[in-house]
């Protein structure tokens, strides 16, 4: 009986003795860096809170003026670090004070919740002094001038804004003058750039070619087959010899053409072959396969036979005229050094 009153009474002892080092463990706190500030300057206000495991912590709430005369600036975070079964939490707080004299910091009241009740204990910090004093001014010397606002040199940082902003002005206002220009003129604002145009020979022979190969007769399509005959024909007049030839009927082309002083074999062709195309797109004439080709073949002989104009042949005779003169002088040269060595040798 005896050792059943003794091991009570020794877990008695043991909670009471926890109980009080719990207690004694929970605690919360605040301190200021310094006492004493002068007038304006910053310090700060550490809250310190250590509680045990299974509570929550209730921070006190804090307004711009914490007291009379004490005003907060900034509200940092909340820092925690477990250890040993306690919580331990931390907050920095920065205060100033725009008055001289001695305040106080109240007491801050910090809320404990147990978790397992909802009861709330309460807990308060102690009391904190500041003192906060003017500058020591000597009124024994003169007050000097208030002066006034330096202005400093612009950065280029400061100035590149500005450039940038006149700059996407200026691009703005061109890149709208061009847009409604060459929307007037039915023009698209970006066009591809044009690739360098064929001479008009080269260009009537390549598409008479194209036409050769798309076999367009052989699949009865005479009258496609002869309009693009004449359409490459008349494009070729108008480049090569300068007069309108898609407004002119076939005669009238003759009839320029005449005036060109141009192979007339060669014309004799050309005249063959718009005769039949114009018989083929306006009488529904058929002609024999022959003819179809022998229309396209005209066509060719009278482009390579009038692609040079008549000064720049005779230019080119000239030029082959010189070139053998040339090499009959090199040639009659070389024998003059030739019958000189012969000479000398004998």
Known sequence: MKSILKASLAGLITILFMNVAQAQMTSVTATLDTNAIMIGDQIGLNLKANIPKGFLL??????????????????????SASSNGFTQFTRHITITSFDSGYFTVPPLQFGLIHTGTGKIDTLNTQMLYLHVYTPMVDTSKAFKEIKGIESEPYTFGEIFPWVLLVLIGIAAIIF?????RNRKKNKPMFAKKAKPKLPPYEQAIKKLEELRLARMWQSGKLKVYYTDITDIMKEYFTDRFGFEAWEMTSDEILNCLKQE????????????ALELSDLVKFAKAVPSPLENEITLNYCVDFVNESKNPPQLEEEAEEKDVDEDEEKDKKKSGDKTVENKEKEGGE
Not at 59 to 78: F, R, V
Not at 176 to 180: A, E, G, P, V, Y
Not at 261 to 272: C, E, F, I, P, T
Request: hydrophobic share 45%.
């Open 176 to 180: 709208l003058t061009l847009f409604i």
């Open 58 to 79: 209730q921070w006190p709430i804090l307004n711009d003026t914490i007291a009379p005369h004490i005003e907060m600036i900034k509200s940092g975070k909340i820092d």
């Open 261 to 272: 002083n141009l192979n007339s074999q060669a014309v004799g062709k050309l005249k063959d």
